[in-house]
């Protein structure tokens, strides 16, 4: 395919838009009174699209923004990885839109599996995965987007290496998006269905997030790493402690850090449950931003951070509030080990073999992974080199089965030229291709270790959920620093510290790993590497054909939902009445149905088959009238295909989880019409909304018991509603099964937006028919 050099790119389309975020800033400074901001909220309200709509609505005058405003934000550039981009370039296309509103890029690395080493098993997943990749492709190049192909590397370190940049607002469809939050860009995961929304130019909307304030203190030394600054504050603040929050580092001890390190405490934010991370501009982004060709982005950030205060977009005011504030002292931390099954669970290294003795842990693991989108930098990889350098010379070899995966071709190369890839393969490490791999489940182990055998594995990603890596959920992994992770696995025993403990030579003589020292960036620049791993132009065409097999089983070309109809709703039947917990994994189930994501009719096969049944407690069991029962996908189907929309009957909390759209996408395909739950999730009300779908809650908790699957249902005041923007109440007629009739009278939050999203079929059908006036 063409490609550019990221040297020749044009650092211009790369370079955040600084004077509109500057005019921006002033104007928002005006509206709120001068009052001191942190920098997340800088650089978050520099991209409202109408400030004092935002700021001024809803928030008592702007007294109490952060949790409580609404914010209409409008980014500055997209980022997809190949699984979550089918459906949300899919999305795009019904828009009609000739390209994309702001620069976008797509990067394939989710597909590709780790078992080999790259030479083999990058052509084979390539082969395997070739209609998708030929699709993401031809679309990449008619609408004009940036396509990494197979082979160049992990998202979130390509972002970091060609695309972040400080005061950069950046939405990512994929949750480690935060990554780019090291380089002091506000970089948040998303939905394919919010890509869109920036995609095609409408207003992407947020809950103000709170703000909690990291101060770090002293600099690292020894073993300790940034690594450990994220596993050590997982720890405290467990895996919902970073809701609603961004985490916003501050304090003397940013300027000691490197660049890619703060990448990593970013990267693992998302862990906490923050909405992203980020670090001021700071000392460590100016040979980063060089050194990948950006040295002008550079400058222009160096002259605005040193600005007075009331101009300076790249730092926090010095009066700033945080929400809540902790404090890390880099010089007295300790490495961490955290795990297994949950990131939240933090070991500092001294305790570790005590925690393995107590918890019966086994003593002994088979595997070390090192690399990934998390931890793969220069500095990274040269620290662990010098402790693989260390253990060679001794004699020594690695216990557990060692690998590597570079996170993107530039990193690769730069260490192949350097020599650290023929050291670590020296010492038996296998090099997998610069892909994500085992890190999502892609890891075909080719030990003994079988299904349900409880075993251990230390890796340097940022996720250890059960089955995480081999698809074994008794494979216990321990997170770590990669430094670590390599030295743990020259002992093979979990129990191990190498800051105390030696190992037996060959020779029999007692080693003791220094700590380790590594370079921060290559003293030779990077290298280029393959220059079939560069991406395309990112200039539209519009003569390209998107590539699309009708016979596809992946791929599916999207038709429009139909609007809603010039009246209420009628005939409408209960499908099914949940009882207890319904998440997004409950609607949409991943594993396996993921190859689907681009295929709404097969993924559809997956709708709600983790929903318990209220009647009788079965899962996935639904009775049509005539009392057979099947399941829920195919009483959908049946029914759609008989020309009956549906309701469906829900608990608290409905669509909890992530912001995964094909849990609205895929009831609004099989004929849902309105869920009327107790409660809803707020990301998947939107969802809901988004698709043309009516999200109703309860006036009363109680009618929920006055509700059973199959009774028929009418509504009152919908189309009112409706029609007038959001004004009035919704009323459910429900009909029995005994011929009586109960009134249902429900709430609803729908804005006058969403009742345009609902009235057309969808928000996109909205914006196409906007498009084409
Ligand atoms: Fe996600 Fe892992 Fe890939 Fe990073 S390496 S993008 S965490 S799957």
């Known amino acids: 395919h063409a490609s550019t050099s990221p040297a020749a790119a044009d650092v211009s389309s790369r370079t955040p838009p600084y004077p509109k975020l500057l005019s ?31 700021l001024l609505t809803n928030t008592q005058n702007g007294a109490s923004i952060r949790g409580q405003a609404n914010l209409k934000l409008k980014p500055d550039r997209v980022a997809m990885q190949d699984a979550s981009a089918q459906m949300a370039l899919l999305q795009f296309m019904t828009c009609g839109l000739p390209t994309t509103a702001v620069p976008a890029s797509i990067h394939c690395d989710h597909m590709i599996v780790g078992e080999k080493g790259a030479d083999t098993d990058l052509p084979a997943s390539i082969k395997g995965n070739k209609e998708v990749y030929d699709f993401l492709e031809s679309a990449a190049k008619k609408y004009g987007i940036e396509f990494w192909p197979p082979g160049a590397g992990i998202i979130h370190q390509t972002v970091l290496e060609n695309y972040s940049a400080p005061g950069l607002m950046m939405l990512g469809t994929d949750s480690h998006t935060p990554n780019a939050g090291g380089l002091g860009a506000i970089a948040i995961g998303v939905g394919g269905a919010d890509a869109v929304d920036a995609l095609v130019d409408a207003p992407w909307e947020l809950k103000a997030p709170r703000i909690l304030g990291v101060r770090l203190e002293g600099e690292l030394s020894g073993w300790a790493s940034p690594k450990d600054v994220i596993l050590d504050l997982a720890g405290r603040l467990t895996v919902r402690g970073g809701t609603g929050f961004i985490i916003e580092y501050f304090g003397p001890g940013v300027e000691t850090l490197s660049c890619t390190g703060m990448a990593t405490i970013c990267n693992m934010g998302a862990e906490v449950g923050a909405t992203t991370s980020i670090f001021p ?43 809540q504030v902790i404090t890390i002292n880099l010089s007295e931390l300790e490495p961490h080990i955290n795990g297994p099954f949950t990131p939240d669970l933090s070991t500092p290294l001294s305790k570790f073999s005590n925690m393995v003795e107590v918890n019966s842990w086994p003593k002994t693991f088979g595997a070390g992974l090192i690399g990934s989108c998390t931890n793969s930098s220069y500095q990274d990889m040269t620290r662990a080199e010098d402790l693989v350098k260390q253990a060679s010379a001794a004699g020594l ?52 270790v079988k299904k349900g055998d409880t075993n251990a594995i230390f890796t340097s990603y940022n996720r250890n959920f059960p089955a995480r890596n081999d698809g074994n959920r008794a494979t216990m992994n321990f997170l770590a620093s990669p430094e670590l992770v390599t030295a743990l696995s020259y002992a093979g025993s979990t129990t191990f510290n190498p800051m105390t403990d030696t190992l037996s030579t060959p020779s029999g003589e007692p080693f003791r790993f220094s700590p380790p020292r590594g370079e921060e960036l290559p003293s030779a620049g990077f290298a280029q590497g393959n220059p079939a791993f560069l991406p395309t132009t990112g200039k539209a065409d519009p003569t390209v054909e998107v590539k699309i097999d009708p016979h596809s089983s992946r791929l599916a070309v999207l038709e429009p939902f139909a609007p809603f109809p010039h009246s209420e709703l009628s005939g409408l039947r209960i499908l099914y009445k949940v009882k207890g917990q319904c998440t997004t994994d409950t609607i949409s189930a991943a594993g396996p149905w993921l190859k689907y994501k681009g295929h709404l009719p097969n993924i559809s096969e997956n709708t709600l088959i983790g929903a318990v049944n209220a009647a009788t407690g079965e899962t996935n069991t639904a009775y049509d009238v005539d009392g057979s029962s099947t399941t829920i996908p195919e009483l959908a189907k049946r029914w759609k295909g008989q020309g009956r929309e549906w309701v469906m009957v829900a608990e608290h909390n409905y669509g909890e989880g992530s912001a995964r759209e094909h849990a609205a996408l895929q009831p609004r395909y099989l004929g849902g019409r309105v869920i009327l739950a107790k409660s809803f999730a707020r990301i998947h009300e939107t969802n809901l909304k988004k698709q043309g779908v009516v999200p109703l809650t309860f006036a009363k908790e109680a009618d929920y018991d006055l509700l059973d699957a199959c009774d028929e249902v009418s509504t009152e005041g919908l189309l009112d509603v409706l029609r007038s923007g959001g004004k009035g109440q919704v009323r459910l007629r429900v009909k029995k099964r005994d011929g009586k009739e109960v009134v249902v ?25 906007k498009a084409s006036e």
């Not at 557990?400 to 890839?421: C, N, V």
């Not at 009278?745 to 028919?769: P, V, W, Y």
């Open 745 to 769: 009278e429900t709430k609803h939050t729908l804005s006058e937006d969403q009742c345009g999203f609902i009235m057309a079929g969808s928000a996109l059908n909205l914006l196409a028919r």
């Open 281 to 323: 501009f700071s000392s460590g982004h100016i040979p980063y931003l060089e050194a990948t060709h950006r040295a002008s982005i550079a400058a222009a950030a160096g002259t605005i951070a040193s600005a007075p205060e009331a101009r300076n977009l790249l730092r926090a005011d010095s009066n700033a509030e945080y929400d």
């Open 397 to 448: 070899k690695p216990k557990a089965d060692f690998f590597i995966s570079p996170g993107s071709e530039q990193i690769r190369a730069t260490l192949e030229r350097d020599s650290t890839l023929n050291t670590l393969s020296s010492a038996g490490g296998m090099v997998l291709a610069n892909a994500c791999g085992p890190c999502i489940g892609q890891w075909k182990r080719t030990d003994d």
């Open 24 to 54: 921006k800033l002033s104007e928002v400074r005006h509206i709120l009174d001068k009052r001191p901001l942190t920098l997340a909220e800088k650089i978050l309200y520099s991209h409202l699209d109408r400030p004092a709509e935002s």
